[in-house]
């Protein structure tokens, strides 16, 4: 256990994201479920709010007082390649899942970058690189073990415990602590991916094409097309350093000669600068979108968009097209639908299944950008509301800036159905921090020297 005052206390907290700096009452680390249980025990007896980490990529909001739990250490990981299932610890993240699961021709759905964690990837549903084929990786869940705010621990699958079940699979951190999640694996062969570079100066005409290429696209490709404005930096490759460039992501899982003659519109669409596609392994899935693989200071926004049509379209180029100053150094529209359209297994809470288009804009947040960066991004949300859907995915909502806002993932049947779930589970708000709904934050007013005092406590030393 640590407090502010101790020399771990800053490494324990720490996030991925470096402009999000926890400031808890005390940290812990959990070695298993057990240790989980009883931190979480210990906090309800003092009346202090608990929140989790794990790697801390999803930290856009800094944590405040409280307890909060670190389930980095919690490493069980085993592959099962007959039922081609596997089961992880909360502290796994998808790199190990997909180096182990290659060795068998399998592969996980993960997402962007194999560097977050697996279970809070998956709390928020998990859009994956392969989502369009195989849908999110929440749908394909088939047991979690949660801690819950009087400490026990349960396992809750599609016939145990059904309605929080369908809960978790999208309703991230609100009811619980998952300690450990079984899944399906999928075949992890036959891919063909990569990214093809344009030029900023043509961005108009790549992103005319891509709207008339994807309506066209198979469920077993997938495609965003991204705005990038590249650093100076020597991580950049050469060809792209320091410039305005538009990024296709792309991944086919199939037949390479389809897959090639499927992106040819878009090889076409204007001159390339570089192109990285082709026969891919699938430990080899973050060279697609190439996402930052060291902690960097960032503020982000995302929201669902319902089309691509002309207006939309317009507002994107006045934003983020040729000749344009912005402090955004990455816009991304993520092509949606396809499997990601359909719960594989029953209800969920996953608020994207219905739109068509995700649309998210990140930035570093360094001055003066940080300063600028949420008024660019209210200005691009209002131009493109016409266009959105109203609602957000939850593991790209970015930084949330009120209470109606955080709720925003979810539609409201399904925040009623989180609220009854929580006043029952979590009737005083333990669970307090993040993407959370209903109960209003408890009292999170704790006097260091009790904390000091109970951290004699044999349960909780680490």
Not at 231 to 258: S, T
Request: proline content about 6%.
């Amino acid at each position: 256990m640590f407090t502010p005052a101790d020399p771990g206390f800053a490494a324990e907290v720490a996030a991925f994201n470096l402009s999000t700096q926890h400031q808890p009452d005390v940290a812990f680390g959990a070695l298993d479920a057990e240790d989980v249980s009883a931190a979480v025990r210990w906090a309800g007896e003092r009346g202090m709010p608990v929140s989790v980490q794990s790697t801390g990529h999803g930290a856009t909001n800094a944590i405040e007082g409280g307890l909060l739990i670190s389930t980095r250490r919690m490493l069980e990981f085993s592959i099962d390649p007959v039922e081609r299932t596997a089961r992880v610890g909360a502290g796994v993240r998808w790199k190990a899942v997909v180096e182990l699961a290659s060795t068998f021709g399998l592969m996980g759905l993960c997402g962007s970058t194999t560097d977050v964690g697996v279970v809070g990837y998956t709390l928020g549903g998990g859009l994956p690189i392969m989502g369009r084929k195989y849908g999110f990786a929440s749908d394909h869940v088939i047991a979690f073990e949660i801690v819950t705010a009087d400490g026990t621990h349960r396992r809750v699958t599609k016939d145990e415990n059904a309605e929080l079940f369908h809960l978790l699979r999208g309703g991230k951190g609100n009811l619980g602590i998952v300690t450990a999640m079984e899944f399906h694996l999928f075949p992890g062969t036959d891919l063909f991916a990569g990214g093809l570079y344009f030029d900023g100066e043509h961005a108009p005409a790549v992103l005319q094409q891509f709207s008339e290429w994807v309506p066209s696209l198979p469920q077993e490709a997938s495609a965003s097309l991204a705005f990038l404005r590249l650093p100076d930096m020597e991580m950049i490759p050469e060809p792209l350093r320091g410039k305005f460039v538009v990024h296709l992501r792309y991944a086919y899982q199939g037949d390479a000669a389809v897959a090639t003659q499927l992106l040819e519109p878009m090889r076409r669409s204007a001159p390339l600068m570089m192109d990285g596609t082709g026969p891919l392994d699938s430990t080899q899935l973050d060279s697609i979108h190439q996402d930052p693989d060291q902690p960097v200071p960032v503020r982000e926004r995302g929201f669902l968009l319902d089309r691509l049509d002309g207006g939309a379209k317009s507002a994107i180029l006045r934003h983020f097209g040729p000749g344009v100053q912005s402090p955004v150094l990455m816009a991304e529209v993520r092509l949606l639908g396809g499997a990601l359209a359909k719960s594989a297994d029953g209800e969920d809470t996953v608020g994207a299944r219905d739109a068509a288009f995700s649309f998210f804009m990140a930035g570093m947040a360094v001055p003066p950008l940080v300063e600028l960066l949420p008024v660019v991004f209210d200005a691009v949300r209002d131009d493109l509301r016409d266009a959105s859907s109203g609602g957000t995915f939850v593991n790209l909502h970015g930084h949330f800036v009120d209470a109606e806002d955080r709720e925003r993932p979810w539609g409201p049947t399904v925040r009623e159905r989180l609220r009854k779930a929580k006043a029952e589970l979590d009737p005083k708000n333990m669970f307090s921090f993040g993407h959370v709904v209903g109960l209003p934050v408890i009292d999170q007013t704790v006097l260091l020297e009790d904390v000091v005092t109970a951290g004699g406590d044999a349960v909780l030393n680490s």
